[in-house]
């Protein structure tokens, strides 16, 4: 069958309808790798709270592809230089910038494995299937890592207002509901350029950057960070957590092959290629149907947990601007051993407290620049006559206090 | 804590916001076995084809919840009467009217309980609440079976026009971005009546009732009978047969003990409160986990359609207006028998030929009833004077064959 | 300045941004004869019915260029040659193809200018703006009267699946918020292509095709044949029919120079250049600056309607499906005398009776082929083997009876 | 017949359908001065910038008054309490608050009434209707006007999170195609509450207030303040100028009655009921119609003002952060005294220069109440930890410079 026949369209309900541009975009869509993509859930958790978020990481991918032909279309209208093989390379850059997500995206990130970030494993898939592709991805490769010449290649991969951000905000508010998050993204491509060799949003665009600012905290404090589903996460690495002492201290285990590999390493073992083949097969099923088989176990905290995440039962959770006092968590701690019957030790399974912190816009590291009519690159945050974007770079924390509900 | 405060409000992308009216919904809401919807896919296989085709069966059903409140408010507005009890009933039974669907939805009725429907799952799952909730659910049981003598209200849950269908034609072409299938489901509600106690449309909605079944007709043949979706359904029904085959034969198989207990049931066997008990618990995440245990299973026919269905190798599909003809299968049959050394026992797992058919209305049974000005009642069918709907009841079939695909 | 600057984009709330190619198009835009398109009102006076359909021909005129490129975009991708200068026609013909219209459209075609059609003035004006460029209209003028020897590319501009439907549709849906006539434009035209050098569907579009046409249809009967913008327009052509009337009897009318001009003409009078550059500057405003001074004039039957028609006093109206006896007409007619104490001669001011029809597939023009998968080309209404499209093809009459309210 | 039948739904876009909730809201729709703000277009002359933006003050009024539905809905679902007469008050009232706008909303407000806001001018409308109505409107004009013992009610009518608002940034939004200020008003209304009789936002809803100010300023600047509708503007007040110049000097002007009426008034002459009634048939086809006279005027700054005007040939404008200097100005002037041979007189009909200003968030009145957890009342701008409210707090002034282009 000849290669375009192959190449596809696909019905996305943001942007119409995605187009795969050629042969080797399609072999990457193919591949064993991306489908797993299928089974990992963009949003982690969230879907329990917001129930139409159940859309995958192969979706977003797809969504930030198409936007990066946008973007290149706009820059070649402006007289940017793109060659077909650095579009190629942006391309697949693109593609593949979040293969390397575990389970519930960012959720378990740290869980599994230890020690390798998400981008890091990105980069070993990139590699793996570079190898199998004879090359062909040298140019994305070294896009992705921001070792090639042109920088504002890599900032449309890699920086605050790149491909992937304009994409998952767009797609993350479609499927939550949270209309406040949708954000221009044809406006903002609109209004990109080059200069200097860096990637700039023209002057008047900036108005269409604070939103887009403004948009991102609002997902951030509503959505990705809203309580119940930091909670739900919280349950979920807790559950994760009690899986790996068991299994440390020998206890038999249900689970699938390939979760069991990695709940039962050594902390600080060298992450190997047998990982990464391991990790190429595992997604958000391994997971969840071990919840379903734990459940069912002697360990009563690991099947106490396990009902709970299934049921979405989950422990009430609070908010609050400041940490919560030594007193408040030891009054705490004292009522959930007397109503639960709960030793010391299984009480970090059901106790949680700590922080979150978010800031909308970061001065330090790749930065948003906008192109001042007189030519000048500005930093968005110097160039913003009217607001404050300073504030929005400051860090906001939150503290919180999360455990089941004492019944009166 | 006070039952009021924990009603709740659910983000739609579709109609905003969805509000949980009382306690009893929010308790029906909060049950295992409805939560378990929450890891039913809404449309089976179909993300396969549309990637933002993952919403579950949760989700539209407390959409359709949202759609019967709006007609009750439209209802009693036309001043037709709905006691405070029969509402109650109404929310119920539409909340509930799904809960009997297995894994995937439609895609395996019948495959791993044979001779029981989803609607009579649902019944029992209804009668299991009802106990639990003491009566409480005996209204809802009342309408969902048709027995209640006001006959609109099982209408409303349960004929050609009904809150079930409303939402997900909407919801179905919402996520898969088939724009194509939106409804007006506002306009259709708005022209609801009850006329001699049948529900019926007013004669200015003719229109939009044959829009309906329009864009009903559409998203059959456009989506649910998608040849792509077919073909995966005909891969995932054909991975358990050979799985059932394979346990009958005394083989060993990973997968969940509920899986494995309604893989291993006898053909025929009575189904009995131990199997709703099992079944309350399984989900797509049972047979996808299964798959992905299967892969690496010692019989090459089950792990090789494991992994077609994993890694999205689909056997190519065509469909024809006349049936296949021995001629044809025979020839393909050799072809297959040849390259792959298929066994003539082993070719029904990869070779796949039978037919499709839809209508889009149905004249016989829960006919839509078109109120003329006059005062009469008449069938849609009758009372369109320009578009011959009785086309569109015409049953129209297609016959499919589809095979992996046969490198030159 | 540079021509290159001034090119702009527009904001569209429907396709997002629409940009402006090149400079022809541009002029085309800026001249004052495109400007007057400003003032014309898309949709008659459906804006009585629907209040956001308030949009103009400009905005249509834009529209349907908008697709015109995508098309043209979508047909290259397939291979079929679009010359620059075929290209330039084709945006140049569609973006002109309405620039005949009159005030409000449809509905006063036939009551300012007799004996030419609005596509005959079209074609007035681009001859003239022709003359005034030089000849770069030439492509435009043979593409839109269908002399280029290549038929498609005047199947784009004009013919029952052309860019014209297609915005208008679309627009049209989008303004009044009747959503079931929202298309999938997109859909269609990723289906489009050309053979034996006809525009045709490809087999697999049949059911968008279908659509399309319900979605026409309903359009019709829902939206433009709505009865009570029907009753508004017969209100509107008949105040023009009084207000002419009287001018012919020497009465001296307030109003522009420009509309008394074509108010005073004699019947079959020859359409002359002067005509065409004062109907140049003819629009809605002079019709409805015209009806607010006639309010207070003499004549009580031109300031009645004039009243009506300002205050939405409109004359209640009746579809039915049989024609009005005369039994009935005469019982109205000595209503109305007897109550309003009109004339006989008065009295056709008042009432009004007569028929529209429709239908929503043409089988004898400018036909909708399908492109079978044997490369044969099939009409619509006979490649559709599921629904008798030539139910849709036959024409639908109905019968108007309408007269003010006659209080009890 | 009787009126309960004669009780209507509106197709709304953005709403989907907006219902007549009782018989004095239909009389008030009615009512020819509620009828001519279907003349009024809401955005003043946008439609030259956004070719969507056509709707009107009559379809804003419709959406403000179904938001207050919703409004009184969401505050009874919370205890507090609403009577019917209340609830009518304010319906008329939100429904009437704009019936005093003029000609292009507020584009000529001041021009052709000195001394009157279009808000005094609502109120003597209301005071008009009130009589003819037997005082069915005391509740609403006690509400209008803030005399009402209940704070919250003239809230809802009047402050800066109103109906009003959360309406008027939706409807733009939409029509203009500007994504960006599209708010999320069920959220928002969902978050409404009252505490110590004044209206409130409870504190989750704090994000969603700042995303409103983020909108209403990026609206302000992208659309409001937009150059060309700035330029637009200035070009329409500057044709009115002259007029009125003219007109005092003796000169016989075409034009509505009406208009001429307004025209020709004294300087700080008193506003009468004559007045009024002459406002209440004045509107933009007045401005439109008299332009389209003047273009063929003997005094040739009128004619060709009214040119530009009408076939979009504008002035260009520059919008800088600092005021022009007088060096400019001077510089300007002489360029345009030389190339179009201007008077000294004439100058100021070509070259416009001065400022415009904005702030997100007035702090001194009208203030956005968040009501805090612990039930305190705080001021948004001091509630909200994150982001500096203080600076959307800050008026941004810009200054603009305009003048016909110059050809070189």
Redesign the interface.
């Known amino acids: 069958?000849s290669s375009t026949n192959r190449l596809k369209?696909?019905?996305?309900?943001?942007y119409?309808?995605i187009g795969i541009p050629n042969e080797l975009i399609y072999n990457l869509l193919?591949h064993?790798y991306f489908?797993r993509l299928?089974?990992i859930s963009q949003m982690g958790l969230s879907?329990?709270v917001?129930?139409?978020a159940?859309?995958?990481r192969?979706?977003h991918a797809?969504g930030s592809m198409h936007l990066m032909r946008e973007a290149i279309s706009q820059l070649r209208f402006k007289k940017i230089e793109i060659t077909a093989t650095e579009e190629q390379g942006l391309l697949a850059a693109i593609l593949l910038h979040d293969i390397g997500h575990g389970p519930f995206s960012h959720a378990l990130e740290g869980q599994l494995v230890q020690g390798v970030s998400h981008e890091a494993l990105s980069l070993s898939f990139m590699k793996e299937l570079n190898n199998e592709m004879g090359g062909r991805l040298d140019m994305a490769i070294s896009i992705f890592q921001g070792t090639h010449p042109k920088k504002f290649l890599n900032q449309l991969v890699s920086s605050q207002l790149d491909m992937d951000r304009l994409d998952y905000l767009k797609r993350d508010s479609?499927?939550?509901?949270?209309?406040?998050g949708?954000?221009?993204s044809?406006?903002l491509l609109?209004m990109l350029n080059v200069a200097q060799g860096e990637l700039v949003v023209e002057e008047k665009g900036i108005?269409?950057v604070?939103?887009f600012l403004?948009?991102r905290?609002?997902m951030y404090?509503?959505v990705y960070l809203h309580k119940t589903s930091l909670v739900a996460e919280l349950l979920l690495t807790t559950v994760i957590k009690r899986a790996k002492v068991l299994l440390a201290n020998g206890m038999d285990l249900e689970g699938?092959?390939?979760l069991l590999h990695f709940l039962s390493k050594k902390e600080n073992s060298v992450f190997a290629t047998a990982d990464l083949n391991a990790f190429s097969?595992l997604d958000d099923?391994?997971i969840?149907?071990a919840l379903?088989?734990w459940q069912g176990t002697n360990d009563n905290v690991l099947s106490k947990l396990s009902q709970m995440l299934?049921?979405?039962?989950l422990p009430k959770i609070k908010l609050k601007?400041s940490p919560i006092s030594d007193d408040k968590l030891g009054e705490v701690a004292d009522k959930l051993k007397e109503c639960f019957g709960l030793t010391e030790s299984e009480l970090s399974y059901f106790l949680y407290h700590g922080e979150v912190s978010n800031r909308a816009y970061n001065l330090k590291s790749q930065n948003i620049n906008i192109l001042r009519k007189n030519g000048k690159i500005t930093d968005v945050a110097k160039a913003s006559?009217?607001?404050?974007l300073k504030?929005?770079a400051?860090r906001?924390t939150k503290y919180y206090l999360a455990y089941p509900?004492v019944e009166a």
Not at 9 to 14: A, K, L, R, S, V
Not at 174 to 180: A, D, K, L, Q, S
Not at 385 to 388: A, E, F, R
């Open positions: 069958m369209i696909f019905n996305d309900p943001i119409g309808f193919e064993p489908q299928r089974r879907y329990l917001y129930p139409g159940h859309h995958t192969f979706h797809l479609f499927f939550t509901g949270v209309t406040e949708n954000i221009s044809q406006r609109s108005y269409s604070e939103k403004m948009a905290r609002f404090w509503q699938s092959k390939t097969s099923y391994d969840i149907s379903k088989a299934l049921n979405r039962d601007n006559d009217h607001l404050n504030a929005l400051k906001v509900t």
